[in-house]
């Protein structure tokens, strides 16, 4: 199964559709006065499909388990169709729309075996993905021309040589899926004095992104949040508690992360820890969804 461990838990919806077609209008009377011999079709089906929704996971090897929160399956008629519409609700780290076609699927089919015996040219006609929602691909904001970022590694070691920075290659490496090139990678020493000359000059050039790895633990020499909180205009909480959120499902040592957010003018710079695996659940945590920042600062959206 493919690996979802680095996911984050959403509002996952999907629907699908199912088409039965009847060979007459009888076959549909005889749905809709529920008198066909094998019982109510439309009831045995929906139970039907409710079942194959909840065990999807039984039967396709790929699909992971996942607690259903809210299926809906209704009908529609016309002419000589009968239309499933099935729809899948989750609060999960993936989605459900291999969940909703599985119970169209089995709606569909077992509407195939109660009609059968009254109608021999009975045909599904399809069975297909309607829409689906949640998860980052909803939250996909693409920077504008000329979006400016900068990555600044904090650290006395790695700026005195005698440690590689390994942190600022995921760093710039988990930009590029977001097709962000950052324009600066610098590193600077665990000194406040410094750290604020760079984030203050990086404002100043026009940056609109300036991502700062490492000093944001409990070390006497972690100084990052205090350099760059007095410059914030504009704190934003809600990205580090996202961030320590799901650091802290993985581990129970990310609640020891100070790391901050927020606004300089009009650079958003964010603080986030020195530890490569830190640094990627961060990362994995509060983007592309945080991309969105920028269009409400423009004034587009909320």
């Known amino acids: 199964m493919v690996n979802i461990t680095h996911k984050t838990t959403t509002l996952r919806q999907a629907i699908a559709l199912a088409t039965v077609k009847v060979s007459n209008a009888e076959t549909i009377r005889a749905v809709q006065e529920r008198s066909v011999p094998k019982g109510d079709v439309l009831e045995f089906s929906r139970a039907a499909g409710l079942l194959a929704i909840k065990k999807t996971s039984d039967v396709v090897p790929d699909c992971h388990p996942l607690p259903i929160e809210y299926a809906a399956i209704t009908y529609r008629m ?46 599904i006609k399809s069975v297909r993905l309607e829409s689906k929602r949640g998860g980052k691909s909803d939250h996909k904001v693409a920077v504008l021309p000329g979006f400016k970022c900068a990555v600044v590694i904090c650290s006395d070691r790695i ?25 600066e990678f610098t590193v600077v020493p665990d000194e406040v004095s410094q750290i604020q000359e760079t ?104």
């Open 159 to 183: 700026s005195a040589g005698l440690e590689t920075d390994v942190s600022g290659k995921v760093l710039v490496d988990m930009l590029q899926q977001w097709e962000i090139a950052p324009s």
């Open 78 to 123: 016309e002419d000589q169709l009968i239309e499933i519409r099935v729809e899948v609700h989750t609060i999960y780290k993936t989605g459900v729309e291999v969940e909703a076609m599985h119970g169209a699927m089995i709606t569909a089919l077992t509407l195939y075996d109660m009609l059968k015996p009254i109608d021999k040219e009975l045909e």
């Open 199 to 302: 984030a203050m000059r990086l404002h100043a050039q026009g940056y609109d992104l300036v991502l700062f790895s490492g000093g944001t633990g409990l070390s006497v020499r972690d100084v990052t949040p205090e350099a760059i909180k007095p410059l914030l205009d504009q704190e934003i909480p809600g990205v580090m508690e996202a961030a320590r959120r799901y650091g802290q499902e993985r581990t129970a040592l990310a609640m020891l992360s100070r790391g901050i957010a927020g606004f300089m003018g009009d650079t958003l710079i964010i603080t986030l820890p020195g530890s490569p695996k830190g640094v990627r659940e961060t990362m994995d945590a509060i983007f592309p969804a945080i991309l969105h920042v920028f269009k409400i600062r423009k004034g587009g959206g909320h």
